[in-house]
Nanobody
Framework: QVQLVESGGGFVQAGGSLRLSCAAS????????MSWYRQAPGKQRELVAV???????NYADSVKGRFTISRDNAKNTVYLQMSSLKPEDTASYYC?????????WGQGTQVTVSS
């Protein structure tokens, strides 16, 4: 069983930055496909960024150029560096880890961006 624990959310003014972290328990983190999702009130959960086991990345169009996903396999941790934050980035952010056909989710961390 894998546990994912997010941290780093908070309240920030528009234009500011935050870095989210997601720490994974268990072994084999280095082979996992790791992703960040977000869900705003009344909206569906959406993919924000993904990083493969060899460091390949992909981003939602809405965050390209502003967000950066990275991973530290030695620390079993994936990060989401968020810059130039906008009020529309306000959401609960969730970490997802995928090992083959099995996925695990974190509990989420709230990000609130004021205008």
């Amino acid at each position: 069983q894998v546990q994912l624990v997010e941290s780093g959310g908070g309240f920030v003014q528009a234009g500011g930055s935050l870095r989210l972290s997601c720490a994974a328990s268990g072994s084999s983190f280095s082979i996992a496909l790791m992703s960040w999702y977000r869900q705003a009130p009344g909206k569906q959960r959406e993919l924000v960024a993904v990083i493969t086991n060899n460091g390949g990345t992909n981003y939602a169009d809405s965050v390209k150029g502003r967000f950066t996903i990275s991973r530290d396999n030695a620390k079993n941790t994936v990060y989401l560096q968020m810059s130039s934050l906008k009020p529309e980035d306000t959401a609960s952010y969730y970490c997802k880890g995928q090992w083959g056909l099995t996925s695990y989710w974190g509990q989420g961390t709230q990000v609130t961006v004021s205008s």
